[in-house]
T-cell receptor, first 111, second 114 residues
Framework: GQGVEQPAKLMSVEGTFARVNCTYSTSGFNGLSWYQQREGQAPVFLSYVVLDGLKDSGHFSTFLSRSNGYSYLLLTELQIKDSASYLC????????????FGGGTRLTVRP | EAAVTQSPRNKVAVTGGKVTLSCNQT?????MYWYRQDTGHGLRLIHYSYGAGSTEKGDIPDGYKASRPSQENFSLILELATPSQTSVYFC?????????????FGHGTKLSVL
């Protein structure tokens, strides 16, 4: 089977950082994506990772450890407008084009 | 920028009625998806498609049918709507097996079944 888990909520402070965690179990991992979703809007693609390690993309960075079934999205220099839900999604190599999403983490950035 | 358009934006249906949600994409993507999103469950995959004429069951297909008559269009059909199908439905397109793992989502359809 396949499962993708995320903490439901996260709170942080403007100007600091936030790390959004994602753990997964799958029989055929083929990559992991991160999406941002604002209240009442559609998810928007942020990043895709398939190799272990940290992928630095400026304001958003992503880390992957395939052996541990673990990824995180790191947001630095937080702004109030970063308050949103962040979704991770796993692509299963054994299931064609099927993407399985986690429940999402609602990040609140306070002043 | 890739475009995915859903219709209707909002829908109120009665229990036992038939509901059709439509999705159109102008990206020439092979793959299209239907997800529903409920509080506490995130996005759950209902049906997806690899191309015209293809439909595949996702993780929660019961009570739903899908139709992909063309590359551009993908419909979700609720033959006998139930209140438990009240949700926000998102359509998406992408070519995740082509090395480009980015999905483009429509704005969503809010469905209420009374």
């Amino acid at each position: 089977g396949q499962g993708v888990e995320q903490p439901a909520k996260l709170m942080s402070v403007e100007g600091t950082f936030a790390r959004v965690n994602c753990t997964y179990s799958t029989s055929g991992f083929n990559g992991l994506s991160w999406y941002q979703q604002r209240e009442g809007q559609a998810p928007v693609f942020l990043s895709y990772v398939v190799l272990d390690g940290l992928k630095d993309s400026g304001h958003f960075s992503t880390f992957l450890s395939r052996s541990n079934g673990y990824s995180y999205l790191l947001l630095t220099e937080l702004q109030i407008k970063d308050s949103a839900s962040y979704l991770c999604a796993v692509l299963n190599n054994n299931a064609g084009a099927k993407l399985t999403f986690g429940g999402g983490t609602r990040l609140t950035v306070r002043p | 920028e890739a475009a995915v358009t859903q219709s209707p934006r909002n829908k109120v249906a009665v229990t036992g009625g038939k509901v059709t949600l439509s999705c159109n994409q102008t990206n020439n993507h092979n793959n299209m998806y239907w997800y529903r999103q409920d509080t506490g469950h995130g996005l759950r995959l209902i049906h997806y498609s690899y191309g015209a004429g293809s439909t595949e069951k996702g993780d929660i297909p019961d009570g739903y049918k899908a139709s992909r008559p063309s590359q551009e269009n993908f419909s979700l059909i609720l033959e006998l709507a139930t209140p438990s199908q009240t949700s926000v439905y998102f359509c998406a397109s992408g070519d995740v097996r082509g090395g480009n793992e980015r999905l483009f989502f429509g704005h969503g359809t809010k469905l209420s079944v009374l």
